[in-house]
Every structure is written in C-alpha cells, then in structure tokens.
C-alpha cells in the first residue's frame, strides 16, 4: 500500500478515524480531569566549598575536589538522615491519615520514622547547576504542604551539615583532650627523670661547653700553663744566680763572690742589701782616712777594720738569703705547677667520667623533646578541633526559600489535550491500516489495474444532476462525460 492507496483508505474509513481520534482525545481529557493536580515548589541553596570558620590551612580545592564534594552535598540532601530530620521537623506522621497509610503499606513492620522519609524521598528532587547552587524540589497535591517539605528540606540539610562538621570535631576535642592528660603526664615524667639524673650526675648543663667542670678544666688549664712560666722563670733566675756565685769563686775569694751576686737584678732590687753596701762604703771611705792618718795599729783604724769587716758579712749574708729566697721561689713555683697539675689531671678524668653520663643525658632530652613536641602539636590540634566543635554557622546558606504555588505542575490540559491529538490521530491511523488490510478494496484505477492485470479503457465519474434538471446543460453534459480513457 503505498501513500496515495493509504489517503484514499483514510477517505473511505474516516467515520473510524474520527471515532478513534475522538475516543483518544476524550480519554485523555478524562484522565487529566480525574488526577489529582500536582503542585511542585522549590528552594535554593548555596553550598560554599570555602570554610571560612575553619583554622586548618589549605582551604582551596581543585575543580576535580569541587565536584565531588558538591556530588557529595546533593546526595546528603536526598539521604535518609535529612528526611528523618524533616519528618520530626513537620511532624509528619501526625498529620491526618499517615499513620492508617503506613500500616496499609507496612503492615506495621519497620519503624514510621523510616518509612516517612521514605515516602518524602519519592518525591523530592535534586538539582545543580553548574555553579555553587542547589535547587531542591518537592511535589504535592497540596500546594502550602509543598512549599513546607522544600523548605523543611532545605533547613534540615543546613542543620545537619552543621551537625555533621562540629559533631566530629566535639568527639575529636574530646578525643584529643584525654591524650593530653597523658602526653603532659608523660612530659613531666620526662622532664623530672632528665632533672634528677642531671643531679645525680652533677651535670648543670647540657651543653659540655658551657658546663662549670668544662670551664673549670680551662681555667685550670690556663693557670697551669701560668705556673710552669712561673717555675721556668724562677728557676732560671736561681740558675743565673748560682752560675754567677760558681764564676765568682772561680776567679778567686770571697770578695769576687760578693761582686759577682751584686750584679744580680734581685740583689739590685734588693733595700738591705744596697742600705748594707752604703753602710759599707762609707766604712771603707773612714777605713782609709784613717789608715792614712792613723796607721794600722792606731785603736780607731781597728775599730773601722773590725766595722767594715762586719758589714762585709752581712752584705754577704743578706746576698745568700736573697740567693736562697730565688731557690725557695723556684721549688714554690715548682710545687704549685705540680698541685695545679694534679687538680688538671684530676678535673679531666672527671670529664671523662661526665662524658658517658652525657650521651645517657642526652638520649633523656631528646625524649623530653620528643615528648614535648608530641604535646604541643596535640594541643594545636585539639585548639582547632574545639574552635571548629563550637561553630554556629556552616558555608551553606538557604537563598531562595519555597513559596506556595499558584499553578499547578501537572497535568497539563493543554499538552495533554496536544498531545492527544497526535498520539490520536496515528493511533487512528493505524486501526485504518489494519482495517484496510484486512478488507482490502478497489478505491482507485491503479488498484483495479494491479489486481486484474489488464490496462483499463476508461472511467466513469460520479454522475451529479444540475439544477434539478432531468438532463445537464449542454456545458455541463460534456464535462459529466467520462474521459475517453
């Protein structure tokens, strides 16, 4: 059958065309007019993915991070956990009828909490767009109670982000807040054994170099280093002397001796014995002025021999202690060089000891450190997790709440009623079809033609009387005339 066979069939059969078109077209005005009406409402969120109340660095998030955290905010919306929160907020399953629904659906198995939620779920819809908003959609026959779930939706999702970022941190500050007894337990534990050990010990300073016993060793190092300059030059100064006093009597008496020690600096240096040579040089000087006017046994040039021969042993004799004075100096210095010696020897066998005592000393500070670095990094963290567990607001706002709607969403007459049409007119279509298939007819000269084989001479058309006339005008008898072929 091809296009032009199927228009003459719709000619023929357009008493059933019509019927079914009209059948279709009235069915569905029906049923649009007995469904209840539908009214959807909506509301706005904004979801943030910025914190602004958290302490925790590194806020930002990398498009791949956005999209799922906002993935992840529209499936917290449609969870069951906000449809309980709404459920108790509207006080669902008190309104008229819920309950009788529940247990015709139930059968009372299961909670009506669970089984509300539910319900609400069914007819609520999630929708983003590509930015940061959020549009929650819920429908119902009755507009104000459509209006109410979207915004209850919307502040129930709102309270239970914020539940859902400050409960953990109330249950991590809490978490955080009973190690840190045990971590300043610890700390103290620490502190005290690295303190009593250091007492023990007699270690002052964990630094060796700025230890007293460090210092002490310098010191000690210092003045035995000042001691043996003191021994060497004592000693040398007594080495002078006595080289002195043995070139003396070498070359001959007493007298040299005594000029050999007077040119000793410590001889020089010396008030005694330069009083002592005055003295001496002026009873030499009445010495000779009385051997030239007295002579040698006159009572008076005896008395000046006798006193310049006394002077002469004491200069001597002073000159010897000074003499032995450098000796007493030298074995002085000699045996303070020793002493500081021994207490340098001893006060580094000490530090020696101490040396041991400071690598124990040093493995308990660093457990200190350890210990107290610990602490303090669990206090920074408990400080953040108790700013963040007393947060009031969250980085999700409501922008646009639900307004009761006017107009209902479905059904939509006029598309119905359109769409009725169309789905009409081919359903009426195809009852032709099979119609025509099933009784096929002639309805045309080519069907006559396919069905018989043959050429057709000619054909008659439909004869229509003019004017009430028994025969046609002669113009309209040769147009009622049927073609010659």
Same mark, same amino acid.
């Given at each position: 059958?091809?296009?032009?066979?199927?228009?003459?069939?719709?000619?023929?059969?357009?008493? #059933?065309?019509?019927?079914?078109? !009209?059948? @279709?077209?009235?069915?569905?005005?029906?049923?649009?007019?007995?469904?209840?009406?539908?009214?959807?409402?909506?509301? @706005?969120?904004?979801?943030?993915?910025?914190?602004?109340?958290?302490?925790?660095?590194?806020?930002?998030?990398?498009?791949?991070?956005?999209?799922?955290?906002?993935?992840?905010?529209?499936?917290?919306?449609?969870?069951?956990?906000?449809?309980?929160?709404?459920?108790?907020?509207?006080?669902?399953?008190?309104?008229?009828?819920?309950?009788?629904?529940?247990?015709?659906?139930?059968?009372?198995?299961? @909670?009506?909490?669970?089984?509300?939620?539910?319900?609400?779920?069914?007819?609520?819809?999630?929708?983003?767009?590509?930015?940061?908003?959020?549009?929650?959609?819920?429908?119902?026959?009755?507009?104000?109670?459509?209006?109410?779930?979207?915004?209850?939706? $919307?502040?129930?999702?709102?309270?239970?982000?914020?539940?859902?970022?400050?409960?953990?941190?109330?249950?991590?500050?809490?978490?955080?807040? %009973?190690?840190?007894?045990?971590?300043?337990?610890?700390? *103290?534990?620490?502190?005290?054994?690295?303190?009593?050990?250091?007492? $023990?010990?007699?270690?002052?300073?964990?630094? %060796?170099?700025?230890?007293?016993? *460090?210092?002490?060793? !310098? %010191?000690?190092? @210092? =003045?035995?280093?000042?001691?043996?300059?003191?021994?060497?030059?004592?000693? *040398?100064?007594?080495?002078?002397?006595?080289?002195?006093?043995?070139?003396?009597?070498?070359?001959?008496? /007493?007298?040299?001796?005594?000029?050999?020690?007077?040119?000793?600096?410590?001889?020089?240096?010396?008030? +005694?014995?330069?009083?002592?040579?005055?003295?001496?040089?002026?009873?030499?000087?009445?010495?000779?002025?009385?051997?030239?006017?007295?002579? &040698?046994?006159?009572?008076?040039?005896?008395?000046?021999?006798?006193?310049?021969? !006394?002077?002469?042993?004491?200069?001597?004799?002073?000159?010897?202690?000074?003499?032995?004075?450098?000796?007493?100096?030298?074995?002085?210095?000699?045996?303070?060089?020793?002493?500081?010696?021994?207490?340098?020897?001893?006060? =580094?066998?000490?530090?020696?000891?101490?040396?041991?005592?400071?690598?124990?000393?040093?493995?308990?500070?660093?457990?200190?450190?350890?210990?107290?670095?610990?602490?303090?990094?669990?206090?920074?963290?408990?400080?953040? +997790?108790?700013?963040?567990?007393?947060?009031?607001?969250?980085?999700?706002?409501?922008? +646009?709440?639900?307004? %009761?709607?006017?107009?209902?969403?479905? &059904?939509?007459? /006029?598309?119905?009623?359109?769409?009725?049409?169309?789905?009409?007119?081919?359903?009426?279509? /195809?009852?032709?079809?099979?119609?025509?298939?099933?009784?096929?007819?002639?309805?045309?000269?080519?069907?006559?033609?396919?069905?018989?084989?043959?050429? $057709?001479?000619?054909?008659?058309?439909?004869?229509?009387?003019?004017?009430?006339?028994?025969?046609?005008?002669?113009?309209?008898?040769?147009? #009622?005339? &049927?073609?010659?072929?």
């Amino acid at each position: 059958m091809d296009f032009n066979q199927f228009i003459l069939a719709l000619r023929a059969r357009r008493k #059933a065309f019509m019927l079914v078109l !009209g059948a @279709t077209i009235l069915s569905a005005l029906a049923v649009a007019l007995v469904v209840p009406k539908s009214y959807v409402s909506s509301a @706005t969120i904004l979801i943030d993915a910025r914190n602004e109340q958290s302490l925790a660095p590194g806020d930002r998030m990398s498009p791949r991070e956005r999209v799922g955290y906002l993935q992840t905010q529209l499936e917290l919306i449609a969870s069951g956990k906000v449809a309980r929160r709404v459920v108790r907020d509207l006080k669902y399953t008190q309104l008229p009828g819920v309950r009788e629904q529940y247990e015709r659906d139930t059968g009372g198995v299961g @909670t009506i909490d669970d089984w509300a939620a539910a319900a609400l779920l069914k007819k609520v819809k999630v929708d983003s767009s590509a930015g940061n908003v959020v549009t929650v959609l819920y429908s119902s026959s009755d507009p104000k109670f459509s209006a109410d779930v979207a915004n209850a939706f $919307a502040k129930a999702y709102v309270e239970t982000s914020l539940e859902l970022r400050t409960e953990p941190s109330r249950e991590a500050a809490a978490w955080f807040e %009973e190690q840190l007894k045990g971590l300043r337990t610890s700390v *103290s534990r620490s502190q005290a054994k690295l303190t009593a050990y250091q007492k $023990a010990k007699g270690i002052t300073s964990v630094d %060796e170099r700025a230890d007293p016993e *460090s210092i002490r060793l !310098g %010191e000690l190092s @210092t =003045q035995l280093l000042a001691a043996r300059n003191a021994t060497y030059d004592a000693q *040398s100064r007594y080495r002078h002397a006595q080289e002195f006093l043995s070139g003396g009597a070498s070359a001959g008496g /007493g007298g040299a001796n005594l000029a050999a020690a007077d040119s000793l600096p410590e001889v020089m240096s010396s008030g +005694t014995v330069q009083g002592l040579k005055a003295a001496l040089v002026a009873a030499e000087g009445r010495l000779e002025q009385s051997a030239a006017d007295l002579g &040698p046994n006159h009572p008076q040039y005896q008395r000046n021999v006798s006193e310049v021969q !006394g002077l002469r042993e004491k200069v001597a004799t002073e000159m010897k202690k000074v003499i032995a004075g450098l000796n007493n100096a030298a074995l002085q210095a000699r045996r303070r060089e020793e002493e500081l010696k021994n207490a340098y020897n001893a006060q =580094q066998e000490r530090l020696l000891a101490m040396r041991d005592a400071r690598v124990e000393l040093a493995v308990m500070s660093r457990d200190v450190e350890n210990a107290q670095r610990t602490y303090d990094t669990a206090l920074g963290r408990y400080l953040t +997790t108790k700013v963040e567990a007393t947060a009031l607001t969250s980085n999700i706002a409501v922008l +646009t709440p639900a307004i %009761e709607p006017v107009e209902a969403k479905s &059904p939509k007459v /006029g598309l119905i009623t359109m769409l009725s049409v169309v789905i009409g007119a081919l359903l009426a279509a /195809g009852v032709v079809f099979l119609l025509e298939i099933m009784d096929r007819r002639v309805r045309s000269r080519s069907d006559l033609e396919s069905r018989l084989a043959v050429p $057709a001479l000619g054909r008659l058309s439909k004869w229509q009387p003019a004017g009430g006339r028994l025969l046609p005008a002669p113009l309209r008898a040769a147009r #009622a005339l &049927p073609h010659p072929w």
